[in-house]
């Protein structure tokens, strides 16, 4: 971490925004200090400005992100050109499913989960809008990864990986066989990776270039995505709209998917 001198004054605020996760939303002046290396005096200037706008809460000794992000949040997702193609055909697709759909995008070496549609079913895996996600973990990132420039592949492996289950996929070997696989057909499946016994499938968005703009998932409890025959239709389904959305977007190549060769792939690997 930069010494506080080193950071401009103007993006100091902006830096501690940044120490705020959904694994840790409240902080404390004394632990914000620990973790950015200033001293208190200069973090609680950031802090007060943060919140005289509302991106802060204080509550007690601790702070919480504030409610003005909530609309920027919304302002971003609705000035998001992609997604006002895509809602219509995810809500569609949650529609034939039954599973909760999400629309995630890379920023940086993180995934955000930009759009969440959740299921309608009793059972239902929650995702809040605007979660992060590192990009080796869960289907919908790895898939960016997969995807991502060679520069962002290499600092992802050269960083420390976290694993937040024992079947997150931390070791470099597998990371790899993973991404191959991603590329090769053009999919990606995660179970129990970044929440035990969650599952998720995603395939790629593509615009007109070919370049992918987001991974477009569909996500729930992973009993069900452990039944073969349900699993290929989740498959199928998630092709056929990943497919409609990229080509609404101006995608006109060929489009080069093989659920079938996916699954056959997860089929193998079943308990």
């Not at 270039?209 to 009993?223: D, T």
Request: some cysteine; glycine content about 8%; aromatic content about 8%.
């Amino acid at each position: 971490m930069k010494p506080a001198e080193a950071v401009p004054t103007l993006e100091r605020p902006l830096r501690l925004l940044g120490f705020f996760s959904e694994e840790r939303p409240y902080w404390g002046l004394s632990e914000l200090a620990r973790a950015s290396g200033w001293s208190k005096a200069t973090c609680l200037r950031s802090l007060r400005a943060l919140e005289r706008h509302g991106m802060l809460v204080r509550e007690g000794e601790r702070y919480r992100l504030g409610p003005r992000l909530l609309h920027l949040g919304a302002v971003v997702k609705a000035a998001y050109p992609a997604r006002g193609v895509a809602l219509p055909l995810m809500q569609a697709l949650r529609e034939a499913t039954g599973q909760s759909v999400q629309w995630v995008v890379r920023d940086g070496l993180e995934g955000v989960y930009l759009e969440v549609l959740e299921a309608r079913g009793r059972v239902r895996l929650y995702i809040a809008p605007g979660r992060r996600a590192p990009l080796y973990a869960g289907a919908s990132t790895r898939l960016l990864l997969a995807f991502a420039p060679e520069e962002v592949q290499r600092a992802v492996f050269s960083a420390e990986r976290r694993a937040y289950t024992p079947a997150t996929p931390v070791d470099p070997a597998r990371l790899r066989e993973l991404l191959a696989q991603t590329r090769k057909t053009g999919f990606a499946a995660s179970f129990g990776e970044l929440e035990p016994h969650s599952a998720e499938l995603a395939a790629p968005i593509r615009g007109p270039e070919g370049e992918v703009l987001a991974a477009l998932s569909l996500a729930g409890a992973e009993a069900l995505y452990r039944e073969e025959e349900r699993l290929g239709e989740y498959l199928r389904a998630l092709n056929q709209t990943a497919w409609e959305v990229s080509r609404r977007l101006g995608f006109a190549g060929a489009w080069q998917a093989d659920p079938e060769g996916f699954l056959a792939l997860l089929a193998a690997k079943m308990p």
